[in-house]
């Protein structure tokens, strides 16, 4: 079983649509991180969460530490959010460990 | 600021040729790694650094190479290329203090072995 999982790995949405990606993890966790790489692209942190809940934007991300569940929500989705969505998990040691990603289409 | 500058963008190798993937950092970030992205997996940590002078391997070390002889730069060599190393690479720096420390990643380097 891998340490950090996400769902789904594929998603397409029609421009408008209200999205939701969700990543599970196993591990026990100083902070999580959700990153945004558009196709061909680097990766951009969206979000860097330890509790609760943030907004950027359209962009929310909550966690719930107690279920070690996170989940990735845009509103009002535009084909500009078409990126692989992936979900990093961060120890109580330095580094990163990944989940293989979320592919959002979003058509107009 | 830069952030995080990776160069080459592209490369194209034959087996067995050596290079180096460079990777510096302008923030003053104490932590870097280097990554490497496949089809259908997440990324795997190659090998990292927390500080200068300070190496350590990661997940999927062997074939790779590296030194940290500054705090701004942390170049990834490869001895003796192998098609296997076929790849995106992507290196990442943030403060090492604290949890909760943003981090930056470089643009990515995509490597073919032939």
């Known amino acids: 079983k891998n340490e950090v999982e996400q769902s789904p790995q594929n998603l397409t949405a029609q421009e408008g649509e209200f999205i939701t990606i969700n990543c599970s993890y196993s591990v026990g966790i100083s902070a999580l991180h959700w990153l945004q790489q558009h196709p061909g692209g680097g990766i951009v942190s969206l979000f860097m969460?330890?509790?609760g809940k943030k907004k950027h934007g359209r962009l929310i991300a909550t966690i719930n530490i107690q279920e070690k569940h996170s989940s990735l929500h845009i509103t009002a989705s535009h084909p500009r959010d078409s990126a692989v969505y992936i979900c990093a998990v961060r120890g109580y040691g330095q580094n990163f460990v990944f989940g293989p990603g979320t592919r959002l289409s979003v058509l107009p | 600021n830069a952030g995080v500058t990776q160069t080459p963008k592209f490369q194209v190798l034959k087996t067995g040729q050596s290079m180096t993937l460079q990777c510096a950092q302008d923030m003053n970030h104490e932590y870097m790694s280097w990554y490497r992205q496949d089809p259908g997996m997440g990324l795997r940590l190659i090998h990292y650094?927390?500080?200068?002078?300070?190496?350590d391997q990661g997940e999927v070390p062997n074939g790779y190479n590296v030194s940290r002889s500054t705090t701004e730069d942390f170049p990834l060599r490869l001895l003796s290329a192998a098609p296997s190393q076929t790849s995106v690479y992507f290196c990442a720096s943030r403060p090492r203090t604290g949890p909760d420390t943003e981090a930056f990643f470089g643009q990515g380097t995509r490597l073919t072995v032939v």
């Open positions: 969460l330890s509790s």
């Open positions: 650094s927390v500080g200068a002078g300070i190496t």
